[in-house]
């Protein structure tokens, strides 16, 4: 019997020509791995930075407070009690600027967190320039005017400041921001050698030294000269003949002693 079709043939595979992949192909094949491996770390590095952020296992347990004295450390300590209990990385310098912002005598502080459990805070605080007498107490004043705290009279001894004492002087804002700038532009070497402080207006600040001299130093201006001038008048050698009593560097291009 004569076969009346042919039976129909496969494509034979092993024919099938591969041409070599081009320089673009290729490079647009890396650029897609590329793609690929760098979203999935990113995804990746997310998801571990959201466990980080939100996880129990770095929570505070320890504040470390260092650099407080007229803040006292058990204030501080309690102030910043709301941060315990919560992870390390939601913890930064704002929140503890806002939880100190309160204290006067607070400048700035500087936050470092010591992983797995710690916080360490240290506080940095405004100089005290001054002091008034309050009751048995002594309230210390910034170079700007502000009270930063109130101690006892045994403490306050300790910082060595000049003493305002006249009422007028605390109860005029302008005399009183005159006298504690002037206070604050003296370089501790010779402020701690003042007794105290005092002026009618804001152009007649007078300073008294420990040895009972006066300084006649006039308004704030030129406060740095007039303390390069001051200090290289307290060094002259004293006259026991003729005594200098009042030193006057209101004007410091020409000071006068008398």
Same mark, same amino acid.
């Given at each position: 019997?004569?076969? $009346?079709?042919?039976? /129909?043939?496969? !494509?034979?595979? @092993?024919?099938?020509? +591969?041409?070599? #992949?081009?320089?673009?192909? %290729?490079?647009?094949?890396?650029?897609?791995?590329?793609?690929?491996?760098?979203?999935?770390?990113?995804?990746?590095?997310?998801?571990?930075?959201?466990?980080?952020?939100?996880?129990?296992?770095?929570?505070?347990?320890?504040?470390?407070?260092?650099?407080?004295?007229?803040?006292?450390?058990?204030?501080?300590?309690?102030?910043?009690?709301?941060?315990?209990?919560?992870?390390?990385?939601?913890?930064?310098?704002?929140?503890?600027?806002?939880?100190?912002?309160?204290?006067?005598?607070?400048? $700035?502080?500087?936050? /470092?967190?010591? !992983?797995?459990? @710690?916080?360490?805070? +240290?506080?940095? #605080?405004?100089?005290?320039? %001054?002091?008034?007498?309050?009751?048995?107490?002594?309230?210390?004043?910034?170079?700007?005017?502000?009270?930063?705290?109130?101690?006892?009279?045994?403490?306050?001894?300790?910082?060595?400041?000049?003493?305002?004492?006249?009422?007028?002087?605390?109860?005029?804002?302008?005399?009183?921001?005159?006298?504690?700038?002037?206070?604050?532009?003296?370089?501790?070497?010779?402020?701690?050698?003042?007794?105290?402080?005092?002026?009618?207006?804001?152009?007649?600040?007078?300073?008294?030294?420990?040895?009972?001299?006066?300084?006649?130093?006039?308004?704030?201006?030129?406060?740095?000269?007039?303390?390069?001038?001051?200090?290289?008048?307290?060094?002259?050698?004293?006259?026991?003949?003729?005594?200098?009593?009042?030193?006057?560097?209101?004007?410091?291009?020409?000071?006068?002693?008398?």
């Amino acid at each position: 019997m004569t076969q $009346t079709g042919q039976q /129909h043939q496969a !494509p034979d595979t @092993d024919n099938v020509l +591969e041409f070599p #992949e081009t320089h673009d192909q %290729a490079r647009r094949r890396h650029r897609r791995v590329w793609w690929i491996s760098g979203a999935g770390l990113l995804v990746l590095l997310a998801a571990l930075g959201a466990v980080l952020y939100f996880s129990p296992v770095l929570a505070i347990t320890t504040v470390k407070v260092a650099g407080t004295d007229l803040l006292a450390q058990e204030r501080a300590e309690k102030l910043l009690e709301p941060v315990r209990g919560r992870p390390l990385p939601q913890v930064g310098q704002r929140t503890v600027e806002d939880l100190l912002s309160g204290e006067p005598a607070v400048d $700035t502080v500087r936050v /470092h967190a010591e !992983p797995p459990h @710690d916080l360490s805070v +240290e506080v940095v #605080e405004h100089e005290p320039v %001054a002091m008034v007498p309050d009751g048995g107490d002594r309230t210390l004043y910034s170079a700007a005017g502000a009270a930063l705290a109130t101690v006892p009279e045994d403490r306050a001894a300790a910082y060595q400041l000049p003493i305002v004492a006249s009422a007028a002087d605390i109860s005029d804002p302008a005399v009183f921001d005159a006298i504690t700038s002037v206070l604050g532009t003296l370089p501790e070497s010779i402020r701690t050698r003042m007794e105290s402080a005092s002026a009618e207006t804001i152009d007649s600040v007078t300073l008294t030294l420990t040895d009972g001299r006066t300084v006649l130093w006039g308004n704030p201006e030129q406060g740095a000269r007039k303390a390069q001038v001051l200090e290289a008048l307290l060094k002259v050698p004293e006259n026991e003949e003729d005594p200098v009593r009042e030193f006057d560097v209101s004007t410091p291009d020409r000071p006068v002693t008398r």
